[in-house]
């Protein structure tokens, strides 16, 4: 069973650039949780995908914005960078939206904005 | 006012020792609690996640949680080199899987 993966690892942008990260969800899962993590901080809530439709947004601007596609990988699409978006950025996958799934989540892809 | 919070440490505790990791939250509507643990340079990993208030043990881990005080505790006995790493408390209310986390507290367990 393959877990969750994520690309790249490590990703260095300007102020104003647009960046794109990618998740591979694990196998028999559907839905894909996004998080922002700064350091020293907990992971936030981005936004979650489930069956290739938004399904719950955090307090995160338009300019994040997500897909996912049929095979249920994702990606997470960040425009008009700013220095604050330096952070770790997690995907989590779960099979179902419902009460409570456990969420399994890739080791994250480290963004810095300069 | 944050909805969870937690202590960020770091806490700093000698091979064998006992540990005790807390949260507090303000969201009554929080149903299900997790606990993470988060190494270096890696993704969070859950260890436990309880329902409702009581104690659930598993192995050197016991997570107790107290819904009428808001208050979640992970105790972690026996404590070993290999468990320093960042915990994380982590909530949902019900129907819904929006993970809400703490800070995490940094833990260094010393030989």
């Known amino acids: 069973e393959t877990g969750v993966t994520q690309s790249p690892t490590h990703l260095i942008k300007t102020r104003g650039q647009q960046v794109t990260l990618r998740c591979s969800s694990q196998?028999?899962?559907?839905?894909v949780s996004w998080y922002q993590q700064a350091l020293g901080q907990g992971p936030q809530f981005i936004f979650q995908?489930?069956?290739?439709?938004?399904?719950g947004r955090g307090n995160f601007p338009p300019r994040f914005s997500g897909l996912q596609f049929p095979n249920y990988s994702s990606e997470l699409n960040v425009n008009a960078l700013e220095l604050d978006d330096s952070a770790l950025y997690l995907c989590?996958?779960?099979?179902?939206?419902?009460?409570?799934?456990?969420?399994?989540f890739g080791p994250g892809t480290r963004l810095t904005v300069l | 006012q944050k909805e969870v919070e937690q202590d960020p440490g770091p806490l700093s505790v000698p091979e064998g020792a006992i540990v005790s990791l807390n949260c507090t939250y303000s969201?009554?509507?929080?149903?299900?609690f997790m606990w993470y643990r988060q190494y270096s340079r890696k993704g969070p990993e859950l260890l436990m996640y309880?329902?409702?208030?009581g104690n659930k043990e598993d192995g050197r881990f016991t997570a107790q949680v107290d819904k009428s005080s808001k208050y979640i505790s992970l105790f972690i006995r026996d404590s070993q080199p290999s468990d320093s790493a960042t915990y994380l408390c982590?909530?949902?209310?019900?129907?819904?899987?929006?993970?809400?986390f703490g800070t995490g507290t940094r833990l260094q367990v010393f030989p």
């Open positions: 196998s028999g899962h559907n839905t």
């Open positions: 309880t329902y409702s208030s």
């Open positions: 969201n009554s509507a929080f149903q299900y």
């Open positions: 995908y489930y069956r290739e439709e938004e399904n």
């Open positions: 989590a996958s779960s099979f179902e939206q419902s009460s409570y799934n456990e969420q399994f």
């Open positions: 982590a909530m949902t209310p019900y129907n819904t899987d929006k993970l809400i």
